[in-house]
């Protein structure tokens, strides 16, 4: 449980960090809370040659309304910080789901930021993200990209981000009046992480239709995704159970010693389900 | 007038240093020039060594020494407790060497160890050793190793075999499953566990070379039985030229009762650097891998007896899985201290119980908390479940009508130790079991429970409830049981304590058992304090080094309280008589004349005439004015060997629900009374109730190591193995009956296992009775929700 031998820089400022990774050759990777890659460094799964540390750069950090009304969150805000902000306050997803991340020194050291950037295949808040619709703005040296949840996530622990950026902030909707949103997740006991986690947000009713609905699912597949398949059925009209049926679909179920994909698959419908109807419950 | 604090629930005097970090573990521990060791480990389970090249890593910057199994000029580590004692029964012993020599048998068994002057440049030296393997096939499951065709772990156990195992009446009992109006069979598997002290192993070994003498620290939980096996059996060494230290110990849980491939190593590495004393700390990983793990038996059982709810005979035949090689006493663990204990409080006839010890490429299984007494409990208590729903009783009403009834006390088990060949006749002292089980019917609203059953279903849950009437057997033990040959380990397990009374009315009491977080410094000087009538304030509990403690048998078993207590209640009384008769000394009167108050000691019709403890030791050590014939000071040793066991018992009830959605079991109410005879202090009895229900429901509900099929283990950090949390537990309702025990005089019994023991049962009776809707009869621990969904699925298909 001793890492291989790095080096570490503390980041002067955001270019600071973002020119030692450019030019480190994939060598040189981003520390902000830690609690991703110091595990993997001390089981030597991971041997970056340099951690740049990016944990004080005070400009990445905090919950700011946009002029349109979305809400910026910087990459360094801590679940504990969001919890506590009284913006964020207002998202269902965010209220339910933040308490019961991690434990503890987690939620107090982990980052919005640094959980994406990890692209845990069974993380809470990529599900919560991908349910919003939020936005990842990412910077590397002279460039700054916006890029849709939605496409962010491409894998197991990968994503669409290049080795040479950080993300900087994430952005949300603004928070809305007609929707209810809700979080249910059934846990690995020993981990923490959802076998089965899924962020549900519904609009409110427009005649006999839903107005809205955003389904999101993460431990179920190689990566967190929205579940279309559940989405269109809801908004066509189907009973809840029927549509959350649909949760897996084209999905390939990961399968371990927790659960296998039997179980995967029929708890990831039930925990749809179960959302959609927590959800519906908020919409007042 | 003092007060006196025994069966007070005292605050612990070792948690205001333990809580604000100046507790002082092996790992705080750092010497002058103290080198660092790390261990590399196999990752095969199964493997041939062909070589080993250490040429890179002894070249790596600030390493000192690589040492690989040809280096260590020791024997294997000792096997202390074959099955059945040292007569009669064949046991295919194979023991790990402090590093594998040709061949590794689990996956982590050590096969080079790395000494660097920082542990940074052990760990990355340790990289560049180079092994040619030669893997094997390998085996995880005891039932399926005895099989033919199966991989074969060691040429002198065919069939991977360690020993086969009987107790009881083998005809007696068939005839009565034979005769039986009923029987019911179930295969029950008690899956393996890995023991998670906060605190992982750890020792420091110092070689002196200016005396020849060795010294470790060690966190262990018996110094000075290592002392014995590491210096005569191990190093080959003379037993005085061995000091072992355990200063503060972290948990352990049994584990660290063990000798272990590590002291050996870091004493001889030691050696090799000319006396720089070196280090090696466990990382989490390497306890998972290569410290004990727990449990892991297979049952085929039998119950049998009449419609009318009498149990006539229980027969089993368990395949206990032993691990690749032996640990300490890995054999005594599924043989004595399970199948001796297997009809519970029942008065059940006829017990007959095979066990067949069994080698597979896993870790080894030694002695966790309980120690083959949960697995025997988890099955007579599963037993009695299932008797009880094949012939339509109320399992609390099956239970009532086979109690060992009061008055039959002492009584003789059918399996039990009264039948052992040589030594001590071992019987049940005491008991009454009835009313422990009538009061925690009553706090769990027992009665009612049909009713709460049908308000669950409105909800989309099954509620079920669980009883465990569990029986203990503690204070280990006899000297003359557990030393005989044929049934124990072929040495005593008396105790000791020595107390001193320093020249200002101090107490210093050293003892030979040790502590590992159970607060011994607090409870010994709540009875040392009413022996002698003094402020705890004023008595200071020392323990854990060979030098300066009297020799002892360590902590285990739940004997500390009953075992080691008497001893220094023996000590305490020795210093009262001589502090009497320095009294009758000081105050000129007869010795008969001179009675004894707390701390005064007075002439018996002359109030007046009085002196304090204190001013005796005072006068006593200075001795100017000692009788004739009076040695000076105070300063007294006792030892204590116990007649009996003790024997606590209690009845455990679990209320459960379960999601039919999912699967997921809750756990939503747990009473648990519990008889441990007297209270030394009762906040520290609840605290190991506490720890012990929720290690048990674990057991039940979460707990389970994995190995996979190539010996890999998959629940290898505590990410894949589900430690219970505190918030997935209920408020635990405790309360008590007591049965003081008769072998001690303080009448306790011990409780440092009761509640692991009993509560795995009820907490796993408690799903298997939600269940019955479902004409589920048994599952498997552990009860996870995936385990529960699928037999749900399944039944519901076969009634479809």
Same mark, same amino acid.
């Given at each position: 449980?001793?890492?291989?031998?790095?080096?570490?820089?503390?980041?002067?400022?955001?270019?600071?960090?973002?020119?030692?990774?450019?030019?480190?050759?994939?060598?040189?990777?981003?520390?902000?809370?830690?609690?991703?890659?110091?595990?993997?460094?001390?089981?030597?799964?991971?041997?970056?040659?340099?951690?740049?540390?990016?944990?004080?750069?005070?400009?990445?950090?905090?919950?700011?309304? /946009?002029?349109?009304?979305?809400?910026?969150?910087?990459?360094?805000?801590?679940?504990?910080?969001?919890?506590?902000?009284?913006?964020?306050?207002?998202?269902?997803?965010?209220?339910?789901?933040?308490?019961?991340?991690?434990?503890?020194?987690?939620?107090?050291?982990?980052?919005?930021?640094?959980?994406?950037?990890?692209?845990?295949?069974?993380?809470?808040?990529?599900?919560?993200?991908?349910? /919003?619709?939020?936005?990842?703005?990412?910077?590397?040296?002279?460039?700054?990209?916006?890029?849709?949840?939605?496409?962010?996530?491409?894998?197991?622990?990968?994503?669409?981000?290049?080795?040479?950026?950080?993300?900087?902030?994430?952005?949300?909707?603004?928070?809305?009046?007609?929707?209810?949103?809700?979080?249910?997740?059934?846990?690995?006991? @020993?981990?923490?992480?959802?076998?089965?986690?899924?962020?549900?947000?519904?609009?409110?009713?427009?005649?006999?239709?839903?107005?809205?609905?955003?389904?999101?699912?993460?431990?179920?597949?190689?990566?967190?995704?929205? @579940?279309?398949?559940?989405?269109?059925?809801?908004?066509?009209?189907?009973?809840?159970?029927?549509?959350?049926?649909?949760?897996?679909?084209?999905?390939?179920?990961?399968?371990?010693?927790?659960?296998?994909?039997?179980?995967?698959?029929?708890?990831?419908?039930?925990?749809?389900?179960?959302?959609?109807?927590?959800?519906?419950?908020?919409?007042? | 007038?003092?007060?006196?604090?025994?069966?007070?629930?005292?605050?612990?005097?070792?948690?205001?240093?333990?809580?604000?970090?100046?507790?002082?573990?092996?790992?705080?521990?750092?010497?002058?020039?103290?080198?660092?060791?790390?261990?590399?480990?196999?990752?095969?389970?199964?493997?041939?060594?062909?070589?080993?090249?250490?040429?890179?890593?002894?070249?790596?910057?600030?390493?000192?020494?690589?040492?690989?199994?040809?280096?260590?000029?020791?024997?294997?580590?000792?096997?202390?407790?074959?099955?059945?004692?040292?007569?009669?029964?064949?046991?295919?012993?194979?023991?790990?060497?402090?590093?594998?020599?040709?061949?590794?048998?689990?996956?982590?068994?050590?096969?080079?160890?790395?000494?660097?002057?920082?542990?940074?440049?052990?760990?990355?030296?340790?990289?560049?050793?180079?092994?040619?393997?030669?893997?094997?096939?390998?085996?995880?499951?005891?039932?399926?190793?005895?099989?033919?065709?199966?991989?074969?772990?060691?040429?002198?156990?065919?069939?991977?075999?360690?020993?086969?195992?009987?107790?009881?009446?083998?005809?007696?009992?068939?005839?009565?499953?034979?005769?039986?109006?009923?029987?019911? +069979?179930?295969?029950?598997?008690?899956?393996?566990?890995?023991?998670?002290?906060?605190?992982?192993?750890?020792?420091?070994?110092?070689?002196?070379?200016?005396?020849?003498?060795?010294?470790?620290?060690?966190?262990?939980?018996?110094?000075?039985? =290592? +002392?014995?096996?590491?210096?005569?059996?191990?190093?080959?060494?003379?037993?005085?030229?061995?000091?072992?230290?355990?200063?503060?110990?972290?948990?352990?849980?049994?584990?660290?009762?063990?000798?272990?491939?590590?002291?050996?190593?870091? #004493?001889?590495?030691?050696?090799?650097?000319?006396?720089?004393?070196?280090?090696?700390?466990?990382?989490?990983?390497?306890?998972?891998?290569?410290?004990?793990?727990?449990?892991?038996?297979?049952?085929?059982?039998?119950?049998?007896?009449?419609?009318?709810?009498?149990?006539?005979?229980?027969?089993?035949?368990?395949?206990?899985?032993?691990?690749?090689? #032996?640990?300490?006493?890995?054999?005594?663990?599924?043989?004595?201290?399970?199948?001796?204990?297997?009809?519970?409080? $029942?008065?059940?006839?006829?017990? $007959?119980?095979?066990?067949?010890?069994?080698?597979?490429?896993?870790?080894?299984?030694?002695?966790?908390?309980?120690?083959?007494?949960?697995?025997?409990?988890?099955?007579?208590?599963?037993?009695?479940?299932?008797?009880?729903?094949?012939?339509?009783?109320?399992?609390?009403?099956?239970?009532?009508?086979?109690?060992?009834?009061?008055?039959?006390?002492?009584?003789?088990?059918?399996?039990?130790?009264?039948?052992?060949?040589?030594?001590?006749?071992?019987?049940?002292?005491?008991?009454?079991? &009835?009313?422990?089980?009538?009061?925690?019917?009553?706090?769990?609203?027992?009665?009612?429970?049909?009713?709460?059953?049908?308000?669950?279903?409105?909800?989309?849950?099954?509620?079920?409830?669980?009883?465990?009437?569990? /029986?203990?057997?503690?204070?280990?033990?006899?000297?003359?049981?557990?030393?005989?040959?044929?049934?124990?380990?072929?040495?005593?397990?008396?105790?000791?304590?020595?107390?001193?009374?320093?020249?200002?009315?101090?107490?210093?009491?050293?003892?030979?058992?040790?502590?590992?977080?159970?607060?011994?410094?607090?409870?010994?000087? =709540?009875?040392?304090?009413?022996?002698?009538?003094?402020?705890?304030?004023?008595?200071?509990?020392?323990?854990?080094?060979?030098?300066?403690?009297?020799?002892?048998?360590?902590?285990?078993?739940?004997?500390?309280?009953?075992?080691?207590?008497?001893?220094?209640?023996?000590?305490?009384?020795?210093?009262?008589?001589?502090?009497?008769?320095?009294?009758?000394?000081?105050?000129? @009167?007869?010795?008969?004349?001179?009675?004894?108050?707390?701390?005064?000691?007075?002439?018996?019709?002359?109030?007046?005439?009085?002196?304090?403890?204190?001013?005796?030791?005072?006068?006593?050590?200075? &001795?100017?004015?000692? %009788?004739?014939?009076?040695?000076?000071?105070?300063?007294?040793?006792?030892?204590?060997?116990?007649?009996?066991?003790?024997?606590?018992?209690?009845?455990?009830?679990?209320?459960?629900?379960?999601?039919?959605?999912?699967?997921?079991?809750?756990?939503?109410?747990?009473?648990?009374?519990?008889?441990?005879?007297?209270?030394?202090?009762?906040?520290?009895?609840?605290?190991? /109730?506490?720890?012990?229900?929720?290690?048990?429901?674990? =057991?039940?509900?979460?707990?389970?190591?994995?190995?996979?099929?190539?010996?890999?283990?998959?629940?290898?950090?505590?990410?894949?193995?589900?430690?219970?949390?505190?918030?997935?537990?209920?408020?635990?309702?405790?309360?008590?009956?007591?049965?003081?025990?008769?072998?001690? %005089?303080?009448?306790?019994?011990?409780?440092?296992?009761?509640?692991?023991?009993?509560?795995?049962?009820?907490?796993?009776?408690?799903?298997?009775?939600?269940?019955?809707?479902?004409?589920?009869?048994?599952?498997?621990?552990?009860?996870?929700?995936?385990?529960?969904?699928?037999?749900?699925?399944?039944?519901?298909?076969?009634?479809?």
């Amino acid at each position: 449980m001793i890492p291989a031998a790095f080096d570490y820089v503390r980041a002067t400022s955001l270019d600071d960090a973002l020119a030692r990774i450019a030019t480190s050759d994939g060598a040189a990777k981003v520390i902000a809370g830690g609690q991703s890659i110091l595990p993997l460094m001390k089981l030597r799964l991971a041997r970056p040659e340099t951690l740049v540390d990016i944990g004080r750069l005070d400009e990445l950090r905090g919950v700011r309304r /946009l002029p349109d009304g979305r809400v910026a969150v910087g990459a360094l805000t801590t679940y504990d910080e969001m919890v506590r902000d009284d913006t964020l306050r207002h998202y269902g997803l965010l209220a339910d789901a933040l308490p019961n991340i991690g434990d503890v020194q987690v939620r107090n050291r982990g980052t919005i930021g640094g959980s994406i950037a990890h692209a845990d295949p069974a993380s809470d808040m990529p599900a919560i993200l991908l349910a /919003l619709d939020a936005e990842v703005v990412a910077r590397s040296v002279g460039d700054e990209r916006t890029i849709p949840i939605t496409s962010f996530f491409e894998g197991a622990f990968a994503s669409v981000l290049r080795p040479d950026e950080i993300i900087t902030e994430v952005r949300l909707p603004g928070g809305r009046n007609d929707v209810g949103s809700a979080y249910r997740a059934i846990e690995q006991p @020993a981990s923490g992480y959802s076998i089965a986690g899924v962020a549900a947000v519904i609009g409110a009713r427009n005649g006999d239709r839903w107005g809205f609905c955003a389904v999101a699912i993460t431990g179920v597949g190689d990566h967190p995704y929205r @579940a279309s398949a559940v989405e269109a059925a809801v908004l066509a009209g189907s009973p809840l159970g029927d549509a959350a049926a649909h949760a897996t679909d084209g999905v390939t179920v990961a399968s371990d010693i927790h659960a296998d994909r039997e179980y995967r698959t029929h708890v990831a419908a039930v925990q749809v389900r179960r959302a959609l109807e927590a959800a519906i419950a908020r919409l007042g | 007038m003092t007060t006196d604090m025994l069966g007070k629930r005292v605050k612990r005097v070792e948690d205001q240093r333990l809580i604000t970090g100046e507790g002082r573990y092996v790992d705080d521990i750092k010497l002058q020039s103290m080198a660092y060791c790390a261990i590399m480990r196999s990752p095969y389970a199964h493997a041939n060594i062909r070589s080993i090249d250490t040429a890179a890593a002894k070249a790596m910057p600030g390493v000192l020494d690589v040492m690989i199994g040809a280096d260590i000029p020791y024997n294997p580590l000792p096997m202390a407790w074959p099955a059945g004692g040292s007569a009669g029964i064949q046991n295919n012993v194979n023991t790990p060497r402090a590093l594998a020599t040709d061949s590794v048998k689990w996956t982590g068994e050590g096969v080079a160890a790395v000494i660097a002057e920082t542990p940074e440049q052990a760990f990355d030296a340790m990289e560049t050793i180079v092994v040619d393997w030669e893997p094997l096939p390998t085996v995880v499951d005891a039932e399926k190793a005895t099989l033919p065709g199966a991989p074969q772990l060691h040429e002198n156990a065919p069939n991977n075999i360690v020993f086969e195992w009987s107790v009881g009446d083998r005809d007696g009992a068939g005839r009565a499953i034979d005769d039986a109006e009923v029987v019911v +069979r179930q295969r029950l598997v008690n899956q393996r566990l890995i023991p998670n002290p906060m605190e992982t192993r750890g020792d420091i070994g110092w070689f002196n070379p200016g005396t020849d003498e060795y010294t470790i620290w060690m966190s262990s939980q018996t110094p000075h039985i =290592q +002392r014995l096996l590491l210096a005569a059996f191990v190093m080959g060494i003379p037993e005085h030229k061995l000091r072992c230290i355990s200063p503060d110990v972290g948990g352990a849980f049994g584990t660290k009762i063990f000798t272990y491939a590590d002291y050996p190593i870091v #004493l001889l590495a030691s050696k090799r650097l000319g006396g720089r004393p070196v280090k090696w700390i466990e990382s989490r990983r390497e306890n998972y891998q290569s410290t004990i793990h727990g449990r892991d038996h297979i049952t085929y059982l039998e119950i049998a007896g009449s419609k009318d709810g009498t149990v006539s005979a229980i027969r089993v035949k368990t395949f206990a899985n032993l691990g690749g090689r #032996l640990s300490t006493i890995g054999p005594g663990i599924p043989t004595t201290l399970y199948a001796r204990v297997l009809s519970g409080c $029942y008065k059940i006839p006829n017990v $007959y119980a095979e066990v067949v010890g069994v080698y597979t490429n896993t870790v080894f299984v030694d002695a966790y908390r309980g120690a083959g007494r949960p697995e025997a409990t988890y099955v007579v208590e599963r037993a009695m479940d299932l008797f009880a729903n094949e012939i339509g009783m109320d399992p609390a009403e099956l239970r009532r009508r086979n109690f060992i009834p009061p008055d039959q006390f002492p009584y003789e088990n059918p399996s039990g130790l009264g039948t052992a060949s040589g030594g001590a006749k071992i019987f049940i002292d005491s008991g009454n079991y &009835a009313p422990a089980m009538d009061k925690a019917l009553a706090m769990a609203g027992y009665a009612d429970m049909a009713a709460r059953k049908a308000e669950a279903r409105t909800r989309g849950k099954y509620l079920g409830v669980g009883l465990s009437t569990y /029986l203990e057997v503690c204070g280990v033990a006899p000297s003359k049981w557990i030393g005989a040959v044929g049934e124990g380990w072929g040495a005593a397990m008396w105790e000791s304590a020595n107390v001193k009374v320093h020249l200002t009315g101090k107490v210093v009491v050293t003892v030979g058992t040790q502590p590992q977080g159970q607060g011994h410094e607090t409870t010994y000087a =709540q009875i040392i304090g009413h022996e002698l009538g003094i402020p705890m304030e004023d008595i200071v509990i020392q323990h854990s080094d060979t030098q300066g403690t009297p020799f002892g048998y360590g902590s285990y078993g739940s004997r500390t309280s009953s075992v080691g207590s008497t001893a220094a209640i023996k000590a305490a009384g020795k210093i009262r008589e001589k502090a009497r008769r320095y009294a009758a000394h000081m105050l000129e @009167a007869s010795v008969e004349d001179i009675e004894v108050d707390g701390a005064e000691y007075r002439v018996k019709g002359s109030p007046d005439k009085k002196k304090t403890f204190q001013e005796i030791a005072f006068a006593l050590d200075l &001795a100017f004015d000692a %009788p004739e014939g009076m040695e000076p000071y105070l300063d007294e040793t006792a030892y204590y060997d116990t007649p009996n066991c003790t024997w606590p018992f209690g009845t455990h009830v679990a209320i459960v629900e379960i999601d039919e959605e999912t699967g997921h079991v809750d756990l939503v109410r747990y009473v648990a009374v519990d008889d441990v005879g007297n209270k030394i202090n009762p906040m520290i009895v609840d605290g190991q /109730l506490h720890g012990g229900i929720v290690q048990g429901a674990g =057991q039940a509900l979460w707990e389970g190591a994995v190995y996979g099929d190539d010996g890999q283990l998959l629940s290898g950090s505590m990410l894949d193995y589900a430690v219970p949390r505190a918030s997935w537990i209920p408020n635990l309702e405790l309360d008590e009956t007591v049965t003081p025990s008769p072998v001690n %005089p303080l009448g306790v019994k011990g409780v440092g296992e009761a509640g692991a023991i009993a509560s795995t049962a009820a907490v796993a009776n408690a799903v298997n009775d939600a269940l019955k809707p479902f004409g589920i009869r048994h599952l498997d621990m552990p009860l996870t929700p995936q385990t529960v969904w699928k037999a749900m699925q399944s039944a519901k298909g076969a009634q479809a």
